[in-house]
């Protein structure tokens, strides 16, 4: 018989008010609001992947320390191994850094609004937060954002670029000033980086600064979603003190072997990438042109805004599209988001946009 009494622990207190992530997925022809690729991965990979699984000892623990993996994604980005840490998404990479760096007594900072996870996993992990709001242009604004810097002495400051859900592209002197004001970290969340223009990225900046961060995942333009696979760059001796909150075996054979073998595929991936940015700028300049403001986009995504956005996202479902909403978010009234699919899911998007507006 089931026990009717209540559990022994409640949550703990700092987590009573947080609300759980959630992104649900509506049954829908074109799916075209989590930033997916569209494409799948190069076609030869998962018969490399499959023939590589054959030869492993699957009933054994992988290799704890994922060397093959780290050797070849350290020859990728021009970084040491030993200043590179992966994980199963940027998502736990996140965790694992604020699971050493952050906790009670420490600060956290963003600029929103952003992806929402860089508040959520820090409360996870006991750390307090304080919310920037960003400005008009939805970009940091720098002397805001030092002054609240001078307030709250933050431990850790979270940068998104191109950031996400917005896809506005910080100037790297924005990150340059942040860097030189930075009581502590700040790390650089660059998920959406291979979508946007050559060299904005601040993967360069590491060699001078030893407090900046960058991280990065296989998610969007490897389209390896279904994988689970992130990674960040800083120095060794950063890497080094967040192996006190790993846990053993963290990386699946499966992960490994998809990881070793996507990186030979860079060329397929920058090709793809490519498809994907030329939709992205047909989207925007659709919406340009319906006098829908798209806010300028370096991921592969495009926000816009529409009157009555919610009664417009629900009709879009009924149609068959699914994009993002984010009606009651602070800054972001009236505003949706798309994912830049496929050449006929645009069309489909379109297509529907205009009976909605028509309508």
Do not use: C
């Amino acid at each position: 018989m089931t026990s009717a009494r209540a559990p022994a622990l409640s949550v703990r207190p700092d987590l009573d008010d947080l609300e759980p992530y959630e992104s649900p997925q509506l049954p829908a022809r074109y799916r075209l609001n989590t930033n997916e690729s569209p494409y799948p991965p190069p076609a030869g990979l998962v018969d490399e992947v499959t023939a590589a699984l054959r030869q492993a000892a699957l009933n054994r623990y992988p290799d704890r320390d994922a060397g093959a993996l780290y050797g070849a994604l350290s020859g990728h980005v021009s970084w040491p191994s030993a200043g590179i840490w992966i994980a199963n998404g940027s998502n736990e990479v996140f965790l694992h850094l604020f699971l050493a760096f952050g906790g009670p007594g420490r600060t956290v900072m963003t600029f929103e609004p952003t992806y929402s996870l860089h508040t959520l996993i820090p409360r996870i992990a006991g750390t307090a937060t304080v919310r920037v709001m960003r400005g008009e242009d939805l970009k940091i604004d720098v002397e805001s954002a030092l002054r609240a810097m001078d307030e709250h002495r933050p431990d850790i400051v979270v940068v998104t670029s191109p950031n996400n859900p917005t896809g506005s592209l910080e100037d790297r002197s924005t990150v340059l000033a942040l860097l030189d004001a930075a009581p502590g970290f700040v790390v650089v969340d660059e998920a959406y980086v291979e979508f946007a223009p050559p060299g904005s990225s601040v993967r360069e900046l590491l060699d001078a600064n030893p407090n900046l961060i960058v991280t990065r995942t296989f998610s969007k333009a490897w389209r390896l979603a279904g994988v689970r696979l992130g990674y960040l760059m800083a120095a060794p001796e950063i890497v080094s003190a967040m192996e006190r909150v790993r846990l053993p075996y963290g990386l699946s054979a499966l992960t490994q072997a998809v990881g070793e073998r996507v990186l030979e595929h860079a060329a397929d991936t920058s090709e793809v990438v490519g498809k994907v940015v030329a939709e992205r700028e047909r989207i925007a300049a659709e919406l340009e042109a319906r006098d829908l403001r798209p806010t300028p986009s370096a991921a592969n995504f495009v926000m816009f805004r529409v009157p009555a956005s919610s009664r417009v996202w629900e009709r879009l479902l009924a149609a068959g599209v699914l994009i993002r909403n984010y009606a009651g978010v602070p800054g972001l009234e009236d505003r949706l988001r798309v994912t830049a699919g496929l050449p006929e899911e645009t069309d489909a998007f379109l297509l529907a946009l205009d009976e909605v507006l028509d309508g």
